[in-house]
């Protein structure tokens, strides 16, 4: 019987279901009132209170998807703001990145700045771009474009830091000019430092969309969840999370598509196939 | 008749980046000619600034002193109508075979079709044909070599700069690509400049074979003409009389100075 159970490749997605299943068992019977004597709290009722119940946030997800069908424009519009934040701050991430790196008088005199605005914590940005770009979208865009930014902006100066000299030499003698240095050579490798990084960056455009939401807007799922939580509906806010994390995790999926797409050419370990 | 490239009173001396005081002088009082047509090898000892002198000859470098002439023109920057097989791993690694062999049509405005297809042709001609799809990390060492060879000849160089292009490949692997550059360079009959620490491949490839002193400030101390008969086969040859001959007579020369490159080494150690 153990042996058949046992944690071993073919059925890892068993264990892994499993113990998810197991959580949301575990939540169920410490939250719902009166299923056992209250441990922590004074009453029934107070662990539902502060940690939601998992069949009531489970009818929230139903109801937002299938009975009432409304979260669509909410998912839409945070889903939006994370592909434009992305958008915008990876392309201007590449070409500052590109342009520092082959520049070297400008990143020379532009460096202290950029180092001071890596290090602030740019979330706190977002009341200042509520302010300029109102609640709507341009608000959540400008915070997720700050964010991803930074990452790929680093990310790309390294990479065309770390162009191998042969490489590039081999190009010259061949007769690429400068233009077709930066098309052929620098930002190939460049492009695989931004894909490097792409995992943080579309992460980090969905935590300024929800975050830039959150502070104050009128559509989004951090738009719910803010709802939500300012009448104490904590089903709601958990709902909300749940939401969140499985979009967070498709669009990680998608990444890792785009990238082993786009990234064929860069080595892996162990290609063998055993026979 | 103009040489194809020459090198005069040229002497390179690099400054330390972090103590500007500190100067090292690779290669001083160099003259080197290479004539339309003629396959020149470097020997020296480690250290002796072959490589400089081959990064002079592309361009890729400016000499302190002295002057670099290519067909009769002073050069000025890269170097045109050369082609650079460098030492070190130079495909683009983002770039398929065939890719990598076009880059450089496409680099001077062939139209993409032509090049693949040229590409294609050079592929075939260096044993690897339908491999062109392959990246380079799907590659074995001897294959990228190959690939490096066709890079470089598609272009139809005049002068073709060697930098030890075979010495990371086994030796098996090494003579059939010696043997295949010997046949092509038949074929062409462009002008080489082959560097290389290996005796035996000088003397089994070249028309010339010049002798540097161990570095610092390194020159040439010798030249000697290779009077066999071609064309060669790089493994027949070296039981060849002559080819004992000449190279016991290059070792006397080069001993003294791969010895002097050891000593020097062993002192900085």
């Known amino acids: 019987m153990w042996n058949f159970i046992k944690p071993r490749g073919g059925n890892l997605w068993l264990w892994q279901v499993g113990l998810l299943l197991a959580l949301f068992a575990f939540w169920h019977v410490m939250t719902v009132p009166g299923l056992i004597p209250?441990?922590?709290?004074?009453?029934?009722?107070?662990?539902?209170?502060?940690?939601?119940?998992?069949?009531?946030?489970?009818?929230?997800?139903?109801?937002?998807?299938?009975?009432?069908?409304?979260?669509?424009?909410?998912?839409?519009?945070?889903?939006?703001?994370?592909?434009?934040?992305?958008?915008?701050?990876?392309?201007?991430?590449?070409?500052?990145?590109?342009?520092?790196?082959?520049?070297?008088?400008?990143?020379?005199?532009?460096?202290?700045?950029?180092?001071?605005?890596?290090?602030?914590?740019?979330?706190?940005?977002?009341?200042?771009?509520?302010?300029?770009?109102?609640?709507?979208?341009?608000?959540?865009v400008a915070l997720g474009v700050t964010l991803v930014f930074f990452i790929v902006f680093f990310n790309v100066y390294?990479?065309?830091?770390?162009?191998?000299?042969?490489?590039?030499?081999?190009?010259?003698?061949?007769?690429?000019?400068?233009?077709?240095?930066?098309?052929?050579?620098?930002?190939?490798?460049?492009?695989?430092?931004?894909?490097?990084?792409?995992?943080?960056?579309?992460?980090?455009?969905?935590?300024?969309?929800?975050?830039?939401?959150?502070?104050?807007?009128?559509?989004?799922?951090?738009?719910?969840?803010?709802?939500a939580?300012?009448?104490?509906?904590?089903?709601?806010?958990?709902?909300?999370?749940?939401?969140?994390?499985?979009?967070?995790l498709v669009l990680d999926s998608l990444v890792g598509k785009a990238e082993k797409h786009l990234m064929k050419w860069q080595p892996k370990s162990g290609e063998t196939e055993k026979l | 008749?103009?040489?194809?490239?020459?090198?005069?009173?040229?002497?390179?001396?690099?400054?330390?980046?972090?103590?500007?005081?500190?100067?090292?002088?690779?290669?001083?009082?160099?003259?080197?000619?290479?004539?339309?047509?003629?396959?020149?090898?470097?020997?020296?000892?480690?250290?002796?600034?072959?490589?400089?002198?081959?990064?002079?000859?592309?361009?890729?470098?400016?000499?302190?002193?002295?002057?670099?002439?290519?067909?009769?023109?002073?050069?000025?920057?890269?170097?045109?109508?050369a082609g650079y097989m460098f030492q070190a791993d130079s495909l683009m690694p983002w770039r398929t075979a065939l890719a990598n062999v076009s880059a450089g049509l496409q680099f001077h405005g062939v139209a993409e079709r032509e090049a693949a297809g040229q590409a294609d042709d050079w592929l075939r001609r260096v044993g690897l044909g339908g491999f062109g799809d392959r990246y380079p990390h799907q590659m074995s060492g001897g294959m990228r070599k190959r690939v490096s060879l066709a890079q470089t000849l598609v272009l139809d160089p005049d002068i073709?700069?060697?930098?030890?292009?075979?010495?990371?490949?086994?030796?098996?692997?090494?003579?059939?690509?010696?043997?295949?550059?010997?046949?092509?360079w038949q074929a062409k009959k462009k002008a080489v400049l082959f560097i290389t620490h290996d005796l035996d491949e000088a003397i089994a490839m070249s028309d010339r074979v010049v002798v540097m002193s161990a570095g610092p400030g390194s020159r040439p101390i010798g030249d000697f003409p290779i009077d066999i008969e071609r064309p060669r086969d790089v493994a027949e040859i070296k039981t060849s009389p002559r080819f004992l001959q000449l190279h016991r007579a290059i070792w006397e020369v080069l001993r003294e100075e791969v010895l002097k490159g050891y000593q020097q080494q062993l002192k900085a150690a």
């Open chain 2, 160 to 184: 073709i700069l060697m930098d030890e292009p075979f010495s990371a490949l086994d030796i098996q692997t090494r003579q059939l690509m010696e043997n295949e550059l010997l046949e092509i």
């Open chain 1, 158 to 227: 390294q990479g065309v830091k770390e162009v191998s000299p042969v490489v590039l030499a081999n190009a010259r003698m061949l007769g690429a000019d400068r233009r077709q240095l930066l098309r052929h050579v620098y930002l190939p490798s460049a492009t695989s430092w931004v894909f490097s990084s792409l995992h943080t960056s579309v992460g980090l455009a969905f935590v300024g969309a929800v975050v830039g939401e959150y502070l104050g807007s009128s559509q989004g799922v951090g738009y719910l969840i803010l709802q």
């Open chain 1, 38 to 140: 209250p441990m922590m709290f004074d009453n029934d009722s107070q662990a539902a209170f502060f940690f939601g119940e998992p069949l009531k946030v489970a009818e929230r997800i139903w109801a937002w998807f299938v009975a009432d069908a409304d979260i669509y424009q909410h998912l839409g519009v945070t889903l939006a703001e994370t592909m434009m934040a992305f958008a915008v701050g990876a392309g201007l991430g590449l070409g500052g990145g590109l342009w520092l790196a082959l520049a070297p008088m400008a990143s020379a005199i532009l460096e202290p700045y950029i180092k001071a605005m890596n290090a602030m914590p740019r979330i706190i940005l977002a009341p200042i771009f509520s302010v300029w770009f109102g609640l709507g979208m341009g608000s959540k």
């Open chain 2, 1 to 81: 008749m103009t040489a194809a490239l020459t090198l005069q009173d040229v002497a390179c001396t690099f400054i330390s980046k972090d103590q500007p005081g500190q100067r090292y002088t690779a290669v001083r009082e160099v003259n080197l000619t290479v004539a339309a047509g003629e396959f020149v090898s470097v020997v020296g000892p480690t250290g002796c600034g072959k490589s400089t002198l081959l990064n002079v000859g592309a361009g890729l470098l400016l000499p302190s002193t002295g002057s670099v002439t290519v067909f009769g023109q002073p050069l000025v920057g890269i170097n045109q109508r």
């Open chain 1, 229 to 248: 939580e300012g009448s104490f509906d904590i089903n709601t806010v958990m709902a909300g999370i749940v939401v969140l994390t499985a979009f967070a």
